[in-house]
Structure formats: C-alpha cells, structure tokens
C-alpha cells in the first residue's frame, strides 16, 4: 500500500489540468455557443431559446450519477469522457461550414454538454477518492482557480481567437472552425495526458460496494427523497431557483448587446473586444469577488453577510441600464462597467453557495449537494429561455430596466430563508 502511494503522481501533476478540462466544455457549451450563433447571424430568440435547452444536462445528472457509479471505474469513465469531448468538439467543427450549422452544432453541444455533466460526476467522485481528507481541502482553491482560468481561457481568450481569425481571413465560419479545431487537439491532448497520469486510487472500484443495479438506484432514490422531506423544502427550492432570476435573464443577452449595431440598442464591439472586456476583465472581476465573498462569510458567517451581498449581486446590473442609455465605444470604459457588474456578482454568488453548503449539511451531504447543482442549472435554465424573445419585444434598455424588476423575487425568497448564527464562520483567530 505505502509503495503504491509512494509511486502515485503529486495531486499538482493531475488536479489543475483536470478541473481546467472539466471548465472548457462548460465555458464552450454556455457561452461560446452564444457568441458564434451571434457572429454568424442567428437571432437573440432563438439563441436564448436553444442555449438555454443546453443546461438541461446539468439540471438532472444528479440522476444518472448512480450509474457512473456502477459502471467500471470513475479513472475510466474521465479519460472515455474527455475522448468523447473532443470528438464532440471536431463535429462542431466540422459542421460550421454547412447550411445547416445552426441544428447540427446544436445536436452535437448537447451531446457535448451531456458528455460534460457526466464528466463533473466522474471528476467530483474521483477527486474524493484519490484524496484523502485533508488534501481535499488543501487542493479545493486550486481545482477553483484552474475551472476559472478555463473559463477566462475560453470566453476571453478563444473569444479574441475568433476575432482575430475574422480580421485575418474574412470569414466568421473559417474563424470559427479553426478555433473549435484548436480545442479538438486540446481536449484530445489532455485526454492522453489524464490517461497516463492520474492515480489508481485503490477506492476507485467498479460499483463502489454496490453489486446490482437496483441497489444502487434504491439507494439513490432513498437518499434523493430525503432532501424533499427537509423542513421548509418549498422555501429552500425558491431560493435555489429564484436567487439567479435576474442574472439568468442578463447573462443570455449581455454578449449579444456588446455585440449587436449601435442603431439595434448595443454597444457594436468587435468579437476581440468583447473577449478582452467580457471574457477576461469581466471574469477576473468575478474571480476576485468570489475569493472576496468567501472571506467575508468566512469572517462574519453567512447570516450577517447575506443581505449586503445580495445586494452587491443585484445592484450592479444597473451597469447594464447605463451601458444601454449611453452605448460607449471605449473598450476601457465598458470593461471597468462589466468589472465593476461581475465582480458584484462573484460576491453576491459566494451567499448562494454557502446556502447550498448549508441546505446539503448532513449524513448524504454530496449527494444532496448535486440535487442543489441541479434546481441551480434549472433556476438558470428556465428563465434563459425567454430571455431572448423579451429583448426583442422591448429593445436593451427597457429588458435592463426589467432585469432590475425581476431583482424582487430573489430579495422577497431571501427574506423567508433561515440561516443559523455561526455557520460558516471562521471561529479561530
């Protein structure tokens, strides 16, 4: 036993690249998706609609978790998922220059967002398993961190990619190919380097104690019910799905306005531009206002510090109404309006996280904890879908002003929930 820990690679030799692959098919399904069917022409209806449809795998993976689990080992299933990615990614990139690009890339990012999800599942369990407790800690900034800096890579900078490859070639289709090939590589090049480098942690065994397949999903369906019976389910289910309510709504629409003509209500940015103020200023905004959020609730626990940063999640999409009623062209001064909006909403974001800690505290705590992912994704999903077809009908000044109106319901569900005094708090000096 000591000689095979002894000759099991460092957790810095898998940990990072794992969880940066576990971030870009995520960061290509939600957001990328949305700003190649903007360059390429498709309308904020049907973008809203048919991207928001892509969360649906997020929404119920908690229920076919048991089957990665019984189904050989979660080592196997990563490197087979990541395999599956890539290919996935080569379709899309094969399917651009087609006349039918929108429904196939469509049919293959849903079949990449389902590869995606299982993949969360398989990583997740295979990080509990190879780690033992207190390397789990140590390591959980940086599997955070190297998800975010997939998700800066992608939307800022496979962003500015597409862009530059536009100026250089004339053509948003070619621009667009070459950067899905260029993932293709990568995906396929960390599928391999996972294969030969991540641990074979003794734990991670085919069924997990589980020998039939009905006993595991029993198991599974007993443990999922129990969170239904929790005290207040109704309340905590609001929550979990209005809190996001407005943000649901903005984030489907925001690209597309940075995108979109001046004479339609936007900003007309350049592609290159929006990957430098949205997908890398923007998200290091958020970056650091969650580490900020993580500390405060750390400081003064959850219960003081839900009320102050709902609001600084909320308030700051007032920068949305601004941008719309002034639609400047100075790439620094719409990037320091976007940081200002996320960097909010990284703190805001902490409170939401701290509660699903706090509604999955107990004996199945990870399993309950994915059913919160999930009613999370749904509370992001559902709105999405509409958000397109009301922009449209009301223009991107009065869909901001709305998506301050819709702010009510997260506030009026945040006021039912209970926290207890403490929970959360760094009681150690």
Request: hydrophobic share 55%.
């Amino acid at each position: 036993m000591s000689a095979t820990r002894s000759a099991a690679p460092t957790p810095w030799a898998w940990i990072p690249t794992l969880y940066f692959a576990q971030g870009i098919p995520y960061v290509v399904v939600m957001t990328l998706s949305v700003i190649m069917y903007k360059n390429m022409g498709v309308n904020n209806t049907d973008i809203a609609l048919y991207t928001s449809w892509l969360y649906l795998p997020w929404v119920i993976k908690p229920l076919w978790s048991p089957l990665i689990e019984l189904f050989s080992t979660k080592r196997v299933w990563i490197v087979a998922l990541q395999f599956a990615v890539g290919a996935s990614l080569a379709c899309v990139a094969l399917t651009i220059p087609g006349p039918g690009y929108f429904k196939m890339t469509l049919a293959v990012f849903w079949l990449m967002a389902f590869a995606s999800a299982s993949h969360d599942i398989a990583a997740d369990g295979f990080y509990m398993l190879a780690l033992p407790e207190h390397s789990q800690a140590a390591f959980v900034g940086v599997r955070s961190t190297f998800y975010r800096l997939a998700n800066i890579g992608g939307q800022g900078g496979l962003v500015y990619l597409a862009g530059e490859l536009q100026e250089r070639t004339g053509s948003m289709q070619t621009a667009w190919t070459i950067v899905f090939w260029v993932l293709t590589a990568l995906f396929v090049a960390m599928a391999l380097y996972h294969w030969l480098v991540l641990p074979k942690p003794a734990a991670d065994v085919r069924g997990a104690g589980h020998t039939k397949l009905a006993d595991l999903v029993g198991d599974f369906f007993k443990v999922f019910a129990e969170f239904f019976k929790r005290p207040g389910i109704l309340v905590i289910l609001g929550f979990l799905l209005l809190y996001r309510f407005p943000e649901a709504q903005l984030l489907k629409l925001a690209t597309p306005f940075l995108l979109d003509k001046t004479e339609l209500g936007g900003l007309g940015l350049s592609t290159k531009a929006v990957g430098i103020a949205y997908g890398t200023v923007g998200l290091t905004a958020l970056t650091l206002g969650g580490l900020l959020g993580g500390w405060i609730i750390s400081r003064v626990g959850p219960k003081r510090a839900l009320w102050p940063l709902i609001l600084l999640m909320h308030v700051p999409n007032a920068v949305f109404v601004l941008l719309a009623m002034a639609q400047p062209q100075d790439v620094v001064i719409v990037s320091t309006a976007l940081a200002v909006e996320q960097f909010g909403y990284g703190l805001g974001f902490t409170a939401y996280l701290m509660y699903m800690i706090l509604v999955s505290d107990g004996l199945h705590k990870t399993a309950h904890y994915a059913i919160c992912t999930g009613f999370m994704a749904l509370g992001m999903m559902l709105p999405g879908m509409w958000s397109g077809w009301l922009q449209q009908q009301l223009g991107y000044l009065p869909f901001f002003v709305w998506v301050l109106v819709a702010t009510i319901p997260s506030f009026a569900v945040a006021a039912l929930i209970k926290v207890p005094d403490g929970f959360g708090k760094k009681t150690a000096p």
